[in-house]
């Protein structure tokens, strides 16, 4: 599908913090929602600073690491955060879904409550990078979501690891103390699991299984 909005080009290049500038000075900073896993510190040090009082979303699955709940505290502490935290509809209890069904279970646990967390809003602001793996290698910084109806921003979307750990050393941010520990990509405890050396950061999300993406960046 054609997008239909035209960027502007530079955007591909800006630093991140001037796409979220831009993307808040272009449709206002309450139509923006940033969704951020808490595997790092990045995203969230970056929106918060560059457009304060942007919602930041974090979707709270029932089963996330208490490693990155402990991030989530270590930032609330560090910076002024317009934090929501989104969770499952009511009906949906820690039912060990995910030994059965994960689409299910990434279903009612992650793209449900991104569904309702983004209802409303223009523009949706992601830490998808390119070095995560293949699915994610063309990302682009600023598109057009035709899935969604909105403008999604991947200003991360360039950013190699050493961008990031020198963004981290620059601003002094915590850790997700995982992420020395071999997990390069964090996501539920029941599904991440640390990866080799060399291997594609998201080998360790569903390892085993054909799935490599939980349905929130489709
Ligand atoms: S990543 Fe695993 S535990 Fe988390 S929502 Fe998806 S299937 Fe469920």
């Known amino acids: 599908m054609t997008s239909p909005i035209t960027f502007p ?3 591909e290049q800006a630093h991140c913090a001037d796409v979220l500038r831009w993307a ?3 449709y206002g900073t309450e139509s923006m929602v940033v969704t951020a896993s808490f595997e790092d510190a990045v995203l969230v040090h970056a929106a918060a600073t560059a457009v304060p009082g942007v919602e930041i979303v974090l979707l709270d699955t029932q089963y996330l690491f208490a490693e990155t709940r402990w991030l989530v505290d270590e930032l609330k502490a560090l910076l002024p955060l317009n934090l929501r935290v989104v969770h499952p509809l009511a009906d949906v209890q820690p039912d060990n879904l995910w030994q059965r069904d994960t689409e299910a279970c990434c ?3 992650k793209v449900e409550p991104l569904n309702r967390a983004l209802a409303g809003k223009s523009v949706w602001v992601t830490g998808v990078r390119r070095v995560d793996g293949p699915t ?3 990302a682009p910084v600023v598109s057009f979501d035709p899935v969604r109806n909105l403008v999604k ?3 991360l979307a360039a950013w190699t690891d050493d961008d990031m750990a020198l963004y981290e050393q620059i601003h002094e941010l915590p850790k997700n103390p995982l992420s020395e520990r071999g997990y390069p990509s964090i996501g539920c405890w029941p599904c991440t699991r640390p990866v080799a050396p060399g291997d594609d950061k998201r080998a360790g999300r569903w390892a085993g299984s054909a799935k490599t993406e939980c349905g929130l960046h489709v």
Do not use: I
Request: glycine share 0%; net charge positive.
């Open 9 to 11: 080009p530079h955007l």
């Open 136 to 138: 994610r290698a063309n």
């Open 24 to 26: 808040a000075e272009t």
């Open 107 to 109: 279903r009612v646990r």
């Open 153 to 155: 921003l991947n200003p």
